[in-house]
């Protein structure tokens, strides 16, 4: 007997296996009203064919060099899905992609996204891109493309898992950090909204340790649920910093204060000369580190190289501009001070003094 004649009538179909290519496409048409809505210079077509397009040229450009960062959110996505609340998860994957960018003193300029799940659920998947379709917006780039994987027996139940990809420019020769960044340069902190989208394995043992449900008033901020709160998501800094760039004032580098805290990424961007010195007690922290470091017993240190404090994201100015960028952040609607300077480096590359008020 033949092979064709082994195959059942009832022959298996894609759907069967799982897969529901009919979702997928409704997926799409639902999102179609947020993908336009981040259009911009530069990119101008529709979502839906086999790659994303971006005019160089068009977006005002003349000798550029490219920028790429990807990133993910790590296990905040476990209380967006555990919760259901998956509205603003999209904003946290467009932050940490383009803030990542900005740091190299370039404009961000388009984002792809990742979505992969178990059984695709076409409210949340077009929750989370309409998520990611504001963070496109705050970040002044386009959605241009994307990927949905629906992929059963590779997540259980609602789980799903989201990856980011952007891709920015700048003009050649004004990438950052500069070579002229030098000893006696001045650190001003731009405030973080929370605990941004790192460090949350930890977080999510805290709250276990706690006792305390998603559901009820966070002891930090009793006007919203425990979720609600730590969900807040991260800040968005490029049109601030884009804006100050474009002024003329002297930022020299720029440090995105993510996974490893203050002291492992503020090296990242200076040189073997230099450390940075931080005065503790100038740094504004949001009441949600002290919460978590007394129900976590975590030292100061612990919480220095695991969240960012209170600081999404830190500048190395020169000294006489230090105090017009404050003021052109303010008026851009963010919260900044002067925490620190750059010194000849003798020892670690981050110093401290003071103490956070945790």
Known sequence: MSDAQNVPSNGLSYKQAGVDIDAGNALVEAIKPAVRSTRRPGADAEIGGFGGLFDLK?????????????????????????????GSI?????AMCVND???????????????????LDVATGAAIVEGIAEGCRIAGC?????????????????????????????????????????????????????????????????????????????????????????LVPTRIYVKPLLSALKAGIGIKALAHITGGGFID????VLPDSLSAHIELDKV?????????????????????RTFNCGVGMLCAVSKQDASKLVEHLAAAGETAAIVGELRPRSGEPVTFEGALAL
Request: charge should be negative; glycine fraction near 14%; charged fraction near 20%.
């Open 58 to 86: 068009a977006a005002g450009f003349v000798d550029p060099i490219l920028v790429a960062a990807n990133d993910g959110v790590g296990t905040k996505l476990k209380i967006a899905i555990e919760t259901g609340n998956n």
């Open 90 to 94: 999209g904003i946290d994957l467009v």
């Open 101 to 119: 960018i900005i740091v190299q003193g370039a404009e961000p300029l388009f984002f792809l996204d990742y979505f992969a799940t178990g059984k």
């Open 142 to 230: 386009a959605l241009i493309g994307g990927e949905t994987a629906e992929m059963p027996g590779m997540y259980s139940g609602k789980d799903y898992d989201l990856a980011g990809f952007a891709v920015g420019a700048a003009e050649r020769g004004t990438l950052l950090p500069r070579e002229d960044v030098e000893a006696g340069d001045v650190l001003v902190a731009i405030a973080s909204s929370g605990v941004h989208s790192n460090g949350y394995s930890l977080v999510r043992k805290i709250v276990e340790v706690s006792g305390i449900d998603w559901y009820l008033p966070a002891p930090f901020e009793p006007g919203k649920s425990l979720s609600d709160a730590l």
């Open 265 to 268: 990424n503020i090296p990242r």
């Open 284 to 304: 504004s922290v949001p009441k949600v580190f002290g919460w978590l470091a007394r129900v976590g017993g975590m030292n100061e240190r612990e919480m220095l």
